[in-house]
């Protein structure tokens, strides 16, 4: 395994899986103790919509997708602040809209034929030295964040209504964390692709949960998660010549299924000890 981290983009891949791990640990477990998992995938699939208009309009696809992004996750979180019984509608029309833009700019972009798939599944192994700054100073910033506010989106994540009334600023806090996932959306679409971008963000934070008892052993359980996924789908990858996207997915799902399966048993073997 350790021998082909004399290439320079397994050794870039090893890094950027790192890095991306350590953002979703944190961000994915503030997803799923707030239950905004569907909400998180509409701002993931409507970002190809600013892929889309940065490559007609000749921007970088990352600045593209990071504007429209936030854009979308401001919309959406207004009206799920609103008219919560009506959000999952529209993120439904952005999650679809977003997409069919993003197909339809790319398309217009004169003498450029892309391949949505690139951007649909991703690759780890073509991640660049800039893409692995833009996540070391977006981790930076995330842990930053959260270490400043952990308080008070551990209230949130837990009574939305109780923070409210002792004056936790919900509303402030939930737009942030919506600008948070946003951006880390842009740097995970370079690692798994749109598809597959809210299974990394969820799987290890889900997985997390289960075996910890605060926010933050959740958060660092998931990252640590999310490292070790990667380290086995670079050697999967590298060995099998396997699309790394797609893997990182399937050896996450089955240590899910694992550990459905480890609760069931372990839940079972409780009950008869007590009868």
């Given at each position: 395994?350790?021998?082909?981290?004399?290439?320079?983009?397994?050794?870039?891949?090893?890094?950027?899986?790192?890095?991306?791990?350590?953002?979703?640990?944190?961000?994915?477990?503030?997803?799923?103790?707030?239950?905004?998992?569907?909400?998180?995938?509409?701002?993931?699939?409507?970002?190809?919509?600013?892929?889309?208009?940065?490559?007609?309009?000749?921007?970088?696809?990352?600045?593209?997708?990071?504007?429209?992004?936030v854009a979308v996750s401001f919309v959406i979180?207004?009206?799920?602040?609103?008219?919560?019984?009506?959000?999952?509608?529209?993120?439904?029309?952005?999650?679809?809209?977003?997409?069919?833009?993003?197909?339809?700019?790319?398309?217009?972009?004169?003498?450029?034929?892309?391949?949505?798939?690139?951007?649909?599944?991703?690759?780890?192994?073509?991640?660049?030295?800039a893409d692995i700054w833009f996540t070391v100073?977006?981790?930076?910033?995330?842990?930053?964040?959260?270490?400043?506010?952990?308080?008070?989106?551990?209230?949130?994540?837990?009574?939305?209504?109780?923070?409210?009334?002792?004056?936790?600023?919900v509303r402030f806090l939930y737009f942030l964390?919506?600008?948070?996932?946003?951006?880390?959306?842009?740097?995970?679409?370079?690692?798994?692709?749109?598809?597959?971008?809210?299974?990394?963000?969820?799987?290890?934070?889900?997985?997390?949960?289960?075996?910890?008892?605060?926010?933050?052993?959740?958060?660092?359980?998931?990252?640590?998660?999310?490292?070790?996924?990667?380290?086995?789908?670079?050697?999967?990858?590298?060995?099998?010549?396997?699309?790394?996207?797609?893997?990182?997915?399937?050896?996450?799902?089955?240590?899910?299924?694992?550990?459905?399966?480890?609760?069931?048993?372990?839940?079972?073997?409780?009950?008869?000890?007590?009868?």
């Amino acid at each position: 395994m350790w021998d082909v981290l004399q290439f320079e983009f397994m050794r870039n891949a090893l890094l950027a899986g790192v890095l991306v791990s350590i953002s979703c640990g944190i961000i994915g477990s503030l997803i799923v103790a707030n239950r905004i998992v569907f909400l998180s995938g509409g701002i993931a699939h409507a970002a190809f919509g600013g892929i889309g208009l940065a490559l007609y309009l000749g921007f970088p696809p990352a600045l593209g997708a990071a504007l429209f992004s936030v854009a979308v996750s401001f919309v959406i979180g207004g009206v799920s602040l609103k008219s919560k019984h009506r959000a999952d509608t529209v993120i439904g029309v952005l999650w679809a809209v977003g997409m069919a833009l993003g197909i339809i700019f790319i398309d217009l972009t004169p003498g450029y034929n892309a391949d949505p798939m690139s951007y649909l599944f991703g690759s780890i192994l073509s991640v660049s030295k800039a893409d692995i700054w833009f996540t070391v100073a977006l981790d930076v910033v995330i842990l930053v964040i959260t270490l400043a506010f952990y308080r008070e989106f551990l209230a949130m994540s837990y009574d939305e209504e109780f923070a409210f009334v002792v004056g936790v600023p919900v509303r402030f806090l939930y737009f942030l964390l919506l600008c948070m996932t946003a951006l880390s959306i842009v740097m995970i679409i370079r690692i798994v692709g749109l598809i597959l971008v809210i299974a990394l963000l969820t799987i290890p934070p889900y997985i997390a949960e289960k075996y910890t008892n605060s926010l933050w052993k959740m958060m660092v359980l998931s990252s640590l998660l999310g490292i070790l996924f990667t380290l086995v789908v670079l050697w999967i990858s590298y060995s099998y010549d396997v699309t790394s996207g797609a893997t990182i997915i399937l050896v996450a799902g089955a240590a899910f299924f694992l550990a459905q399966i480890m609760n069931a048993i372990v839940g079972r073997t409780l009950q008869t000890g007590r009868r």
